[in-house]
């Protein structure tokens, strides 16, 4: 594992200053993977066939529900309601060099 020196004079809490372009990555990274996962659940959960018949269905109608997912799991994982996306960074950020945590 590759260290970097830490200069800590003048450093500022990390409150006060902005998050290293790694962790950044990271935070995006797990963002991304907590969307897909939702789509993922989306997908199994409508795959159930309840035995009804579908008035409009069709693959347009198909095509707008995957659009609909994919934009709904993207908000969601952006909001950070689920809570995945913090717990994937914050398992992650252990295996990062000491200064980008």
């Known amino acids: 594992m590759t260290t970097y020196p830490i200069n800590l004079a003048g450093a500022t809490p990390l409150p006060e200053r902005e998050a290293s372009p790694i962790r950044e990555e990271l935070r995006q990274a797990a963002q991304q993977f907590e969307a897909i996962l939702l789509r993922q659940m989306l997908s199994s959960a409508r795959s159930t066939d309840f035995g009804g018949n579908d008035l409009f269905g069709g693959e347009g109608e ?5 659009m609909r997912d994919a934009r709904f799991a993207e908000v969601t994982a952006e909001s950070g309601q689920l809570g995945f996306a913090h717990a994937i960074e914050q398992q992650l950020a252990h295996f990062l060099p ?4």
Do not use: I, N, P, V
Not at 62 to 66: I, K, L, P
Not at 98 to 101: A, C, F, L, P, V
């Open 62 to 66: 198909e095509t707008f529900r995957e």
């Open 98 to 101: 000491q200064g980008d945590r």
